[in-house]
Structure formats: C-alpha cells, structure tokens
C-alpha cells in the first residue's frame, strides 16, 4: 500500500503514519522512491508458496522467526485492510493480525480527496449497492463518534458535509447532468439539477458558462484518510489487551506457508514474522496484490488478477485564498475518466490511449480540514513510477484555471506553498473490486481493485469479507466482485 507524498515547501509534522523516508522528501523535481516491495529483483527474492517444513528450515537458516497465531491474518494496511480488521474485531470473537510492507496511509489511502460521494456513481450498475450500503455505514459511524463528544466527527474524521457539485459546461453535458440526476433521484438520493445562474448563486468563484450547470447533491461528504485512520487504528489496537489484535508494520510478506499434512495454506511469513490464521487469510495490498500473488504461489497457479496501478497527482495548495468554494466540486468529465494530453486538449477515446500510459485529467477541488484548496486529478498507467511529473501538475492547475478565471491572474510555483501527493489506485480493467475466496485455495480471500474509490468502499467491504469468512449470506450481493467466470486460469488444487 505504498505512495509517496512528496512535500514541496515545510515539513509537515511528523505523525505514527508516515515513514521517515517518506517525510525526508521535499522536492519533486528528483524524487524517486521505491515501492515496499523495493528490495525485489535487487537482492534477496521473494519466496514462493511452501510447506511448513520449507518455511521451518528456511526460517532456522536464516534466524528464528517469532510465531503467532491468530484467527485471520490481513496483509495490507491500507484503508480497505484496517477497515476489515475492525469490522471482524467489533462484530465477531475472531482475533486479527494485520501486516503490511509499509505503514497506514503511506500509500493511495493517504494520497487521496476523502470523498464519501454518490454523484459520479451510477444507480443499477453492479457497483452500486456497495457503495450505497459503505456510505451508510460511514454515516453511522460519524454519528456514532459525533455522540461521543469530543469534537465528534469532525474532529475524529474529518468528517464534512460539504456536499457535491458535478460541473459541466456544454449543452452535452448539461443534458448528461440532467438524466444523472434523475437516476439517481429515482434511486432514492436526494439529488438536484442546477442552471448556469443556480450554480453561481452557489459557487460564485466557479464559471461554466452560459450553456452549463451542474448536479447537487448535499448529503455527500468528505473524510480526512489520516484521521479516519488514526480512529480506526485506535479501535483495532483497543482489542490489543485481549490478545485480539497485532500489528506487523515495515514488515513484508513473503509467502505463504501450507501444512505438510493437509496441504492448506496456514500462515504467512513475513521478513520477521510467521503469522498463523486458523480461520483465514485476506489479502488486500491494493496496487501490489498481482505482483504479491505471483510471489506468493506456486507456478500451477496460474490465475492472475489484472489490477494494476493506475498513477494520480494531486496538487495541495496551503492558504490559498484566491479561490473561495463553498462545496466539493468535480467536472462531469471525470465519471468517464475523460483524456487529456498534457496541453489539456482532448483524445477521443481512453481505452487505447490509457494503456500507453496516456494521461487523463479531470477538475477535482475540495478544501481539506485545514482550509487548503486540493486540486486534482490525474490518472495515467507508468508502473510503479514514484516521480512528480511538474508537467503533470502544471496540467491540473492549468485544468482547474478554466473553471476557477480568478487562478489565471495567479503566478504558480510548483515550489512555493505546495503539497504534491502521489498515489498509485488499484485498477481493474472491469471497474470493479475483486472480493472472493481464490478457488481451491479456500481460506486466501482477496479484496482489491478498488481504484479511487477506497475510502468510500471501504466499510461496505469489510462488512462483505467478514460475512464472507463467517459464511453467511451478504448484505450486499458477492456475485459482481467474484473471481470465477471473471478471470481466465487455473486455479491449483
């Protein structure tokens, strides 16, 4: 789960989510950094999946590893990944262990705007139960924490009703935002249709043009990752003192371990660790999981999950007071992902285009908790590439200049009074998550391919795993974001 957040002007204070490394990085022009998994290829492999007699010699060889047991073990500690140890801790008896490569929010999680939106999701689609019921679920939670007291969801969260505007600004789009709204009132969401003049009344500094409008949507809401983080984590580690709870950070898997006798897969083992799950093992390492599957089964396990990372920018502007929004605000372009080179004209199409490596930006801005103005987004596929492209940058201020005219009269330096946040979204070709027992080996669950919308399907996720692990029927229909018939391979014995 790892991203680099590469910050151009003052050190932000240091907190238990950021890594030192990540923290010692201060300008774009060099950066470069290595995933968790940077030591692969370059020294020491990663180990396949073996038996415990394997692991028990390697482990003697190259000094004892510690041993624990528990009853799930979870590798990756991202958003989706603590979020499915909470939900086994509070609603089962079950114990968790959680390891990851890196820390919570070093990477997409903390690389992100925090939407828990609506409006560019699509009623009917077979994403949309999910996302309907993790949106409830992170309502009940901010009312939940905003009852006790403290600063409530805001605080705890980050947890604004901002509410959301998508912005076109043709008739083409006007007419898109039009039925957008009506499908969705239709769904039951409260969703209003706006005019040029409407939405002006609303965003005074927003300008699209005489033919253009928007769609509002009110109850949508924001979260700061970082701060729903330290909540849940606090969570989790209150289970610590019953022995329910461990957690192995800067820690990598390596592989997995299966019984000598039965042949089922009963452990992990990380660079320090070997961690037993009785009950099972989810796998939720985001961008990595395809790259951590290869290494973790044997070659007649042939069947691959196609997530991949798809790249994004996001331009962090400190006290910027030249722009005033009073919603979060997202062009109608983004739903469809809409291509731009970096001069901002158009391409026509994605599909070809994305795959080699063409850069897709779309206006995104909130304001964080803290008031600064976040401007994205960008999508593109470079690998596991760790290095702010200014041009990049440069194409998502330029982009969000045409919507917000008071930007053009603004001088921008890349270096001056900016964040810079890189994170890599686990991309699925189909656009949607993968959550599913792998077949024939029963007790390895996997959960990714949620690209961009990790925060928002988290909750709903780890309601649907632990459900899943429990064997009892699904609150939301598991067929959508299963492995079989989705995938081509053999899936071992």
Same mark, same amino acid.
């Given at each position: 789960m790892d991203a680099t957040m590469a910050f151009t002007s003052g050190s932000p204070t240091p907190t238990r989510f950021y890594s030192s490394a990540l923290l010692s990085l201060r300008t774009p022009k060099s950066l470069s950094v290595y995933g968790p998994w940077r030591w692969r290829g370059r020294?020491?492999?990663?180990?396949?999946?073996?038996?415990?007699?394997?692991?028990?010699?390697?482990?003697?060889?190259?000094?004892?590893?510690?041993?624990?047991?528990?009853?799930?073990?979870?590798?990756?500690?991202?958003?989706?990944?603590?979020?499915?140890a909470r939900h086994l801790l509070l609603h089962t008896s079950l114990?968790?262990?959680?390891?990851?490569?890196?820390v919570p929010c070093s990477g997409a999680t903390g690389a992100g705007q925090g939407y828990i939106w609506m409006s560019h999701r699509t009623p009917g689609t077979d994403t949309w139960e999910l996302a309907l019921r993790s949106k409830q679920l992170w309502e009940e939670l901010a009312t939940e924490?905003?009852?006790?007291?403290?600063?409530?969801?805001?605080?705890?969260?980050?947890?604004?009703?901002?509410?959301?505007?998508?912005?076109?600004?043709?008739?083409?789009?006007?007419?898109?935002?039009?039925?957008?709204?009506?499908?969705?009132?239709?769904?039951?969401i409260h969703a209003e249709f706006?005019?040029?003049?409407?939405?002006?009344?609303?965003?005074?500094?927003?300008?699209?043009?005489?033919?253009?409008?928007?769609?509002?949507?009110?109850?949508?809401?924001?979260?700061?990752?970082?701060?729903?983080v330290s909540l849940i984590e606090?969570?989790?580690?209150?289970?610590?003192?019953e022995g329910r709870y461990r957690e192995f950070y800067n820690d990598p898997a390596m592989s997995l371990i299966r019984s000598d006798v039965t042949g089922k897969v009963e452990a992990v083992q990380t660079s320090r660790n070997i961690?037993?799950?009785?009950?099972?093992?989810? !796998? $939720? +390492?985001?961008?990595?999981?395809?790259? &951590?599957?290869?290494?973790? =089964?044997?070659?007649?396990? %042939? @069947? *691959?999950?196609?997530?991949?990372?798809?790249?994004?920018?996001?331009?962090v502007l400190e006290k910027f007071d030249k722009v005033k929004l009073n919603h979060a605000?997202?062009?109608?372009?983004?739903?469809?992902?809409?291509?731009?080179?970096?001069?901002?004209?158009? !391409? $026509? +199409?994605?599909?070809?285009?994305?795959? &080699?490596?063409?850069?897709? =930006?779309?206006?995104?801005? %909130? @304001? *964080?908790?803290?008031?600064n103005l976040v401007l994205g987004s960008s999508r593109e596929f470079k690998g596991f590439s760790r290095e702010v492209d200014r041009s990049v940058v440069q194409c998502i201020w330029e982009r969000a200049g045409e919507f917000f005219p008071a930007m053009k009269n603004v001088s921008f330096d890349i270096d001056q009074n900016t964040q810079i946040r890189i994170g890599h979204r686990p991309y699925m070709p189909d656009g949607k998550p993968v959550i599913d027992f792998i077949p024939n080996l029963s007790n390895i669950l996997i959960a990714t391919g949620h690209e961009g919308s990790g925060l928002t399907l988290a909750l709903g996720t780890a309601e649907m795993?632990?459900?899943?692990?429990?064997?009892?029927?699904?609150?939301?229909?598991?067929?959508?974001?299963?492995?079989?018939?989705?995938?081509?391979?053999?899936?071992?014995k």
């Amino acid at each position: 789960m790892d991203a680099t957040m590469a910050f151009t002007s003052g050190s932000p204070t240091p907190t238990r989510f950021y890594s030192s490394a990540l923290l010692s990085l201060r300008t774009p022009k060099s950066l470069s950094v290595y995933g968790p998994w940077r030591w692969r290829g370059r020294g020491r492999p990663l180990l396949a999946l073996r038996h415990r007699s394997q692991a028990q010699a390697a482990a003697a060889a190259a000094g004892a590893a510690e041993a624990s047991h528990h009853d799930v073990v979870v590798v990756g500690a991202g958003i989706v990944g603590l979020a499915i140890a909470r939900h086994l801790l509070l609603h089962t008896s079950l114990s968790v262990a959680i390891a990851d490569a890196a820390v919570p929010c070093s990477g997409a999680t903390g690389a992100g705007q925090g939407y828990i939106w609506m409006s560019h999701r699509t009623p009917g689609t077979d994403t949309w139960e999910l996302a309907l019921r993790s949106k409830q679920l992170w309502e009940e939670l901010a009312t939940e924490v905003d009852g006790q007291g403290g600063g409530g969801a805001r605080e705890k969260l980050g947890w604004m009703r901002t509410g959301s505007l998508l912005v076109g600004r043709s008739s083409e789009e006007l007419g898109t935002l039009d039925e957008r709204t009506k499908a969705l009132s239709q769904a039951g969401i409260h969703a209003e249709f706006l005019s040029a003049s409407s939405l002006h009344a609303l965003e005074p500094a927003l300008s699209v043009g005489k033919d253009g409008g928007a769609m509002f949507l009110p109850q949508d809401c924001q979260i700061d990752a970082f701060q729903a983080v330290s909540l849940i984590e606090k969570t989790n580690n209150s289970y610590s003192s019953e022995g329910r709870y461990r957690e192995f950070y800067n820690d990598p898997a390596m592989s997995l371990i299966r019984s000598d006798v039965t042949g089922k897969v009963e452990a992990v083992q990380t660079s320090r660790n070997i961690l037993y799950g009785r009950k099972a093992f989810v !796998i $939720a +390492s985001g961008a990595w999981t395809r790259s &951590l599957l290869h290494s973790f =089964v044997e070659p007649a396990l %042939t @069947l *691959d999950i196609p997530v991949k990372p798809r790249k994004g920018h996001l331009l962090v502007l400190e006290k910027f007071d030249k722009v005033k929004l009073n919603h979060a605000l997202m062009e109608v372009g983004y739903v469809d992902h809409q291509i731009t080179k970096s001069n901002s004209t158009h !391409i $026509a +199409s994605e599909s070809s285009e994305d795959e &080699l490596g063409a850069l897709s =930006v779309s206006m995104t801005a %909130t @304001l *964080d908790t803290k008031g600064n103005l976040v401007l994205g987004s960008s999508r593109e596929f470079k690998g596991f590439s760790r290095e702010v492209d200014r041009s990049v940058v440069q194409c998502i201020w330029e982009r969000a200049g045409e919507f917000f005219p008071a930007m053009k009269n603004v001088s921008f330096d890349i270096d001056q009074n900016t964040q810079i946040r890189i994170g890599h979204r686990p991309y699925m070709p189909d656009g949607k998550p993968v959550i599913d027992f792998i077949p024939n080996l029963s007790n390895i669950l996997i959960a990714t391919g949620h690209e961009g919308s990790g925060l928002t399907l988290a909750l709903g996720t780890a309601e649907m795993v632990t459900d899943m692990i429990l064997g009892n029927p699904g609150k939301v229909s598991y067929s959508p974001f299963s492995i079989k018939r989705r995938f081509s391979g053999n899936f071992g014995k």
